[in-house]
């Protein structure tokens, strides 16, 4: 019950009316001690107008008025005179004097409290006008036993009262709010569990009826929410099953342009000047069909690793790429630069890194290459007090706008003719493994510089490995 909504509802409307009850009870309680005391002064007057033409009444009827009245003695002051108009014998001196003729609610509430946690009987001085102006004061002593008796029990029963009237309300309140907002909700979350049985069928997706304007509004929005999820889905399923497909027609189509490439280059040595001619541009489209093809099934099932994180000298795994890219340029005029740090230490995972490092240095050789005129590479790093920089520089020809805007896209953000573009979203992903960041700083006629940023905290390590 108290886990539900509609349970804590029916608790919380129970303790509030009875705080509003308690509220209501303290000037209560305050009132009904005011109207007893009113109510004694005027039995009090009523019992001393026997003695207003008659002084001499018996002891036993006098003692029978008071007792009736509920008073010890009654003091009447009438033309100037104040009178003892009866009198019984007082067992305690006088307590506390009250004067009823102007008190302020305060005062009341005061009083009231005061006697209710008050048990100890005790004799009080009640002061007064008298009812239709029978003179002008009236005074009675009387014990407060009774009064503290009769303000528990009205006390209890206004207690009664407030629990009775918070089971009501609580109950009214619960059915209500069963009925006109808890069933809305359940509705909403049985959708919400049906659409989850089956994402993929269109007929689970939900469809808005609440009449309240916010679970309307909540319904509308999972709504659009499920349908986009489940055209992603459907879209997903389409593309696994096409990429399936097309790694399956990849791997048939390299078996065969590796064939047809072993006959090219017997072709290759043929005298005819014709064969001779167009044999090294046969053989170039069958080796970028080949290399496409092995980049497609590659990229299909790259699943690398979490990294190993360890620390290392990063200048050690430049050193390899630069001595690898070294045989690639054989006597082409393009010199390789090792700028970083001696001492420079990193913590990461030393053959990703060395993967990362290796496709953006390879990149930039074959578009330098390509272009036939001399230049540079320069490999260089820094370190903050929250990451590590790494920069690949090079004063080659800048990237193609196209290919800057379809960077990270396979398939798209290729920079060469014949290239896939796979090698920069594998190096991003590997550098995203580590928590870090890979991109573009600058690209123009002046050259290329691709940032790689890596973090030093271990939180951001953490995250980026889960």
């Known amino acids: 019950m108290i886990k539900s909504l509609s349970g804590r509802f029916l608790l919380l409307t129970i303790i509030f009316v009875m705080l509003a009850e308690v509220l209501i009870f303290v000037p209560s309680i305050a009132r009904f001690r005011e109207d007893y005391l009113l109510a004694r002064l005027e039995r009090a007057q009523i019992a001393s107008l026997a003695t207003l033409e008659n002084d001499m009444i018996s002891v036993e009827a006098e003692e029978e008025l008071l007792r009736n009245a509920g008073i010890y003695n009654v003091v009447l002051r009438r033309d100037q005179v104040r009178r003892l108009a009866l009198s019984t014998t007082i067992p305690s001196p006088i307590h506390e004097t009250f004067d009823l003729r102007s008190p302020s609610a305060w005062v009341l509430i005061g009083d009231a409290l005061h006697r209710f946690v008050d048990p100890e009987p005790r004799v009080i001085r009640i002061i007064g006008n008298p009812v239709n102006d029978a003179g002008t004061l009236i005074e009675v002593t009387l014990g407060t036993a009774s009064l503290r008796d009769a303000m528990v029990s009205y006390g209890l029963n206004i207690l009664r009262l407030s629990l009775l009237i918070s089971v009501v309300t609580a109950g009214l309140l619960f059915v209500a709010v069963q009925w006109g907002l808890v069933r809305p909700i359940n509705n909403f979350v049985s959708a919400m569990k049906d659409y989850q049985s089956a994402p993929e069928d269109a007929r689970k997706v939900i469809k808005p009826t609440a009449s309240i304007t916010e679970l309307r509004e909540a319904e509308e929005a999972l709504a659009t929410l499920e349908e986009q999820l489940t055209h992603l889905l459907k879209q997903k399923d389409r593309l696994a099953q096409l990429g399936g497909a097309v790694s399956k027609i990849s791997h048939d189509l390299r078996n065969i342009l590796t064939s047809a490439q072993l006959f090219t280059d017997r072709i290759e040595m043929s005298e005819d000047p014709t064969v001779a001619r167009l044999a090294p541009k046969l053989v170039n489209s069958i080796t970028r069909a080949v290399n496409l093809c092995e980049a497609t099934l590659a990229f299909g099932r790259a699943e690398d690793a979490a990294p190993s994180l360890n620390r290392f000298a990063l200048a050690d795994v430049v050193g390899d790429v630069i001595a690898s890219e070294q045989l690639a340029v054989g006597d082409f005029a393009l010199d ?100 870090g960041e890979l991109s573009l700083e600058t690209s123009g006629p002046e050259g290329t510089c691709f940032l790689i940023q890596l973090p030093k905290s271990d939180l951001t390590l953490a995250a980026a490995a889960e």
């Open 336 to 435: 390789l630069v090792d700028d970083t740090p001696a001492g420079m230490m990193i913590r990461a995972d030393a053959e990703q890194l060395y993967r990362v490092i290796g496709n953006l240095v390879r990149n930039a050789r074959q578009a330098i290459v390509a272009t036939g005129k001399p230049a540079q590479i320069i490999i260089c790093a820094d370190e903050t007090p929250n990451e590590w920089t790494i920069r690949i520089k090079d004063t080659g020809p800048g990237l193609p706008p196209k290919a800057q805007e379809n960077l990270f896209k396979a398939f798209e953000g290729n920079a060469r003719k014949g290239g896939t573009g796979l090698g920069l979203i594998i190096s991003l992903e590997l550098i995203r493994g580590h928590g």
